[in-house]
């Protein structure tokens, strides 16, 4: 139940020698001064039963979760600060004998922010008075970036990982319906996965190995058998556990006439689409720049006005597996949601496509700044080669002329495998063959030139972004985007950005809201203090003057 407990003065012992204690002030005493209620109870009143046992204020707990992430705290660790320190009574408005709280309250409140899908609250709320105090600017500029986010899983091979989830399965079955396991329980399991599943335990050699997967295989085959043959057993098909074997087992097993058989690796479904820890369903495995990673991307956005702080005005985490171009219409939606759209909006080539590029002005009125990725046609490789640039397109007569003066016969509206608007243009078979130039547009030896064009708004604004970036006001402009490199670095760093504390989406969600509110806490701060930030670190050979 939740009893309001509004934000009420400074207790005067607590204001007294918190003062003396910081003369020249601290953190936690200059954002009381200066913001005061950064949460209030009615923020998280969803989020409690009307009955039931008066909970902690809520304001309180959200501060004590932000403080927990920017100092890198675990739940113990940042409720004996809350009961040692003077400067975190003076925030939170507490007397000096407060006893604090025990440190279970704050994993059940996280809990309760994800289970409402609040988790937004502590960033979002914080941003709303940021804008309040003169902080944060309407439609000014912002910039994006990605990190990857290692899964809090241990590394599996492909065979650790279909026996982990048999016995993870047993494990869940055991705790939920022991009477029902029990007499189904074979000798050999106990002496197979009792213990947490090591690849140094399996039989040597390929053929024992191959064998004993296939056992595992059958072992998950009978106990799923034997729970789809007992109507008792109905309720235990529900469970996460047993879903996720009959996932892992359809992707990685076939039974043919009764056998059951190993998949090779060719057989199973991509990356995208599969598993890799029995504990953590969401992780996927993926590459970037050569290196694999199993987990997440989180994708951060900060606001970058030269004269105001450069706070985070958003967090979202994307399945490994996503692009970074696939996000963009989801982050605008979600700052229009909270009223943070920008005016201009810096990202790299992985975030820019045409259609980005129209649908973010014409949607949002938000232009999106960031250099163009090359086509991937042989004909911009080859000098002599005619290019897109080289044929005149009639959108409204709907035909395009090559630059032989050659008219188009086909004009064909449709899409690319990932939903994308796209215009197929085809110039005649019997014209292309006997045209003298024909090998500096095309090199079939059966059809004529083809292309494949986005969508007028879409084609045009690319066509747009591929003129300005080669300008120098636009290179100007587009160098404020290299600042979020710096705050990807912090994030990874200095609040341990890079490896997920909790297991699933929906927690990871709230370590990034809460780690990017702690971040701009310290910004704005710093901001205060005219602490300007730290520039690229530059080796100490590279400071040496030239010679000659």
Known sequence: MLRPDPLGPI??????????????????????????VLYTDQDFAALFPAL?????????LALVTVVQFLENLTDR????????????????????????????VLSEFRARLVAGKAEHLLLDRMLTRFREKGLLKRRGQQRTDSTHVLAAIRHLTRIEFVAETFRGTLNAVGRHAPDWLAPRLDSR??????????????????????????????????????????????PLLSLPAVQTLELVWSQQFRRKAGEVQWKPGTAVPPSAQRPESPYDTEAR???????????????????????????????????????????????HHALAAKEMLPKQHLVDSGYVSGTVLADSLEQHGVEVIGPTRPGANWQLRDPEAFKLDDFSLHWESQHATC???????????GQSP????????????????????????????????????????????????????????????YNRRSGIEGTVSVAVR???????????????????????????????????????????????????????
């Open 52 to 60: 039931g046992q008066p909970a902690l204020p809520p304001w309180r």
């Open 285 to 331: 495995f993926s590459t970037k720049r050569g290196r694999g990673w199993v987990g997440s991307k989180v994708h951060l956005t900060e606001a970058c006005e030269p004269d105001l702080p450069e706070v985070i005005t958003h967090v979202h985490s994307s399945s490994s597996c996503t692009q970074d171009i696939q996000v963009m219409p989801t982050l």
């Open 77 to 104: 660790q940042a409720a004996e600060q809350v009961r040692a320190r003077l400067d975190l009574k003076y925030l939170l408005g507490l007397e000096l004998s407060d006893p604090g709280f025990d440190f279970s």
């Open 494 to 548: 200095a609040h341990g950005a890079r490896t997920a504390r909790y297991r699933g989406e929906a927690k990871l969600r709230l370590q990034g809201m809460a780690t990017a509110a702690g971040i701009n806490l310290e910004r704005v701060y710093a901001w205060w203090q005219g602490r300007p930030r730290a520039a690229t670190r530059t080796a100490c050979f590279a400071r040496l003057p030239a010679t000659a």
């Open 403 to 413: 630059p032989q003066g050659q008219r188009s016969t086909s004009w064909l509206l």
């Open 418 to 477: 990932e939903g994308i608007p796209l215009v197929f243009v085809s110039f005649p078979r019997k014209v292309c063959q006997s045209c003298e130039v024909r090998a500096r547009c095309t090199k079939s030896t059966s059809d004529g030139r083809c292309l494949t064009l986005l969508r007028q708004p879409a084609f045009e604004a690319l066509q747009m972004m591929r003129k300005q970036q080669e300008t120098p006001e636009w290179k100007t402009l």
């Open 189 to 234: 399991w106990r002496e197979w996965y009792e213990h947490r599943v090591e690849s140094y335990r399996f039989p040597q050699g390929a053929q024992a190995r191959l064998a004993y997967v296939q056992q595992v295989g059958q072992d998950g085959f009978s106990l799923l058998d034997r729970l789809h043959a007992d109507p008792s057993a109905a």
């Open 11 to 36: 207790p005067k012992d607590t204001a007294r020698i918190a003062l003396a204690a910081f003369p020249k002030g601290n953190l936690y005493l200059k954002l009381r001064d200066e913001l005061g």
